[in-house]
C-alpha cells in the first residue's frame, strides 16, 4: 500500500494529532499505507522531547502550551505557516531515519524555491535557512519505524509569536517567512495544492514505488 497524500486545511493541533496517531496505529497494523497530512494549525506553542531546549519566555494570551513526543525543542504553529506529517513506515519507503529527514527537508525546499526563497537543507542546526534567518522547523517521532510530526514551513504568518519561545533553543535566532522575504502575501489554499503536488511526486520518485 502507498501512502495517500491529504490536504486538511486549517485545523486544531490536537485534532491533528489525533489523526496522526490513529494513522500510526493503522500502519503499524499493515492495515494503511500511511497519510502525508497538509495543514496549518490555530495559535499554538508545542515542546519536544529535548526538555532542555525548551524554553518558553512568557504565555502569550489564548495561545495552549502542548508537550509533544517529537524532537528537538520549543516551537510555534499558527495560521500562515504551512504544516507537513508524513506518517508513514519508514522502511517500507526505503527509508532510514536520515534519509527520510534529508526528504521531508526537501519537500519543504521545493515549496520555498516555488515561492522564489532559496533556503538551505541543515542537518544542524537542523531545518531550512534563508542566510542566517531560519524559515522551517522539523521534528520527528520514530515508533517502531513509523514517523509522526515533520516540518512547518512559514509562508505568511504572524512571527511575533516567535518571541514568547527560544525556538528550538536557538537564542538569538531570526525566523523568517516567504511574505518576509518577497513582501508578497501567500494564498494558503494554493500552497497547500502546491504542496500536495510536490508531496505526491516525491512519493512517486521513491524506490519502493
Known sequence: MAPEVRVLGRIAYEAALALQQETAT?????TSGGTVFILEHDPV???GGNKPINKVLYAPPGVSLVQTDRGGGATVH???Q???Y?????RSLGFGVKSFVAWVLEMGRALLESY???AECRQNPLGLWVGERKIASLGIHVSRGVATHGIATNLDNDLTLFNAIVPCGLAGVAMTSVAAETGASVDM???MARMAAIATAGLDRLPAN
Not at 493503522?26 to 499493515?30: D, E, F, L, R
Not at 508524513?86 to 519508514?90: A, D, E, H, S
Open 45 to 47: 506553542i508545542t515542546l
Open 26 to 30: 493503522a500502519v503499524k497494523a499493515g
Open 86 to 90: 508524513p506518517v508513514v513506515g519508514l
Open 189 to 191: 489554499a494554493e500552497a
Open 116 to 118: 522564489g526563497v532559496a
Open 82 to 84: 504551512l504544516v507537513v
Open 78 to 80: 499558527n495560521p500562515g
